[in-house]
């Protein structure tokens, strides 16, 4: 991997060493809807997507906040504003920027804290616009495969650029989707870690959470032939994580990751409806760990004191 300076050069493989030794990390929790819950507002058609705009220093804060807890991972918030979502937004001009300056004060907020180590994630989703109060895309048509792709080379090559230290791949369960996405990233110096979303199917087995029809066991395998360094499960109930794991570990040699979301989405609001409990979730934790997860943290609904909660 390409670095700058000796810290940001061992940082990652530091990381990876732990990791390798059977130790475990931290990740962070919900980016978007701390923000919200924070009183950041979200925006109708881009969620949390532009908020670096407007609220630089809401987003330092809430960065800094997850490290204060104990993570030794957090995310830029980028999840949402890949050219996909920026152009029909009418944003095409600031893709660049919006993406960078989110990477930037995750890495602010690692110099305020004083913690070198803790590794930024550049967030990275095939997510579409979505219909207002919906959680389902709103796109008429299908977008092409060379749009795709070249929107998330894009966006990796973006964060390579501003500094992150590895991507993170989040909710990948449209195959379709996730094959641009993964050719993009074919040739990215970067490390990658996938995380995968789930549902409970027709036959109380788990398939993708977009696709109800495509198995979840479908959905990793097209992330195990990528050779990623880590593969997860998230943004997906609590009560389904351990038979996710399950299934991945079976197919994947290497580290796995586990962070379940809590609530709902009716765009562009996250709604905190019977939100885990912090003790509750540790409960979740611990057997995730039993299960193979080296590598926990939250998604939607769970904040810092979800991520105190567990970083011990």
């Known amino acids: 991997m390409e670095t700058s300076t000796p810290s940001a ?3 990652y493989s530091d990381a990876w060493k732990r990791l390798q030794t059977g130790q475990t990390l931290t990740l962070d929790g919900g980016v978007s809807t701390e923000l919200e819950r924070r009183g950041i507002s979200m925006s109708d058609e881009l969620w949390s997507g532009r908020a670096i705009l407007d ?3 809401a987003i330092i804060d809430m960065h800094r906040a997850y490290i204060d ?3 030794d991972v957090i995310t830029a918030n980028t999840y949402a504003s890949s050219r996909l979502m920026l152009t029909p937004a009418g944003l095409v001009d600031r893709v660049e920027e919006i993406n960078r300056r989110s990477v930037e004060a995750a890495l602010e907020a690692r110099e305020r804290a004083g913690t070198p180590q803790v590794l930024v994630a550049g967030a990275m989703s095939h997510m579409v616009p979505i219909a207002k109060g919906s959680y389902r895309a709103a796109a008429p048509e299908p977008l092409s495969f060379e749009v795709m792709t070249a929107a998330f ?6 964060h390579k650029a501003s500094g992150a230290d590895l991507l993170l791949l989040e909710m990948m369960s449209i195959p379709a989707r ?7 990233l074919s040739d990215t110096p970067l490390p990658v870690w996938c995380g995968m979303s789930a549902a409970r199917d027709e036959q109380n087995g788990l398939c993708s959470w977009h696709e109800r029809t495509t198995s979840f066991g479908d959905i990793v395998d097209l992330a195990v032939q990528q050779d990623f360094d880590v593969l997860g499960i ?3 109930s609590a009560e389904l994580i351990s038979d996710a794991l399950f299934i991945m570990g079976e197919r994947h040699q290497g580290p796995l990751m586990a962070y379940p979301d809590s609530g709902y989405l009716e765009m562009p609001h996250w709604r905190f409806v019977d939100t885990i409990t912090p003790e509750r979730f ?3 934790a611990r057997q995730w760990h039993d299960a193979g997860a080296q590598i926990v943290g939250g998604c939607c ?8 909660a567990i970083s011990s």
């Not at 996730?178 to 993009?184: L, R």
């Not at 609904?301 to 105190?308: R, T």
């Open 301 to 308: 609904g769970l904040g810092p004191e979800h991520i105190a």
């Open 282 to 284: 540790a409960q979740f």
């Open 234 to 236: 998230m943004h997906t």
């Open 69 to 71: 807890a104990g993570a």
């Open 178 to 184: 996730m094959a641009a996405m993964f050719d993009a």
């Open 153 to 158: 080379r894009e966006l990796a090559g973006i």
């Open 55 to 57: 609220h630089e220093d």
């Open 9 to 11: 050069g061992t940082r």
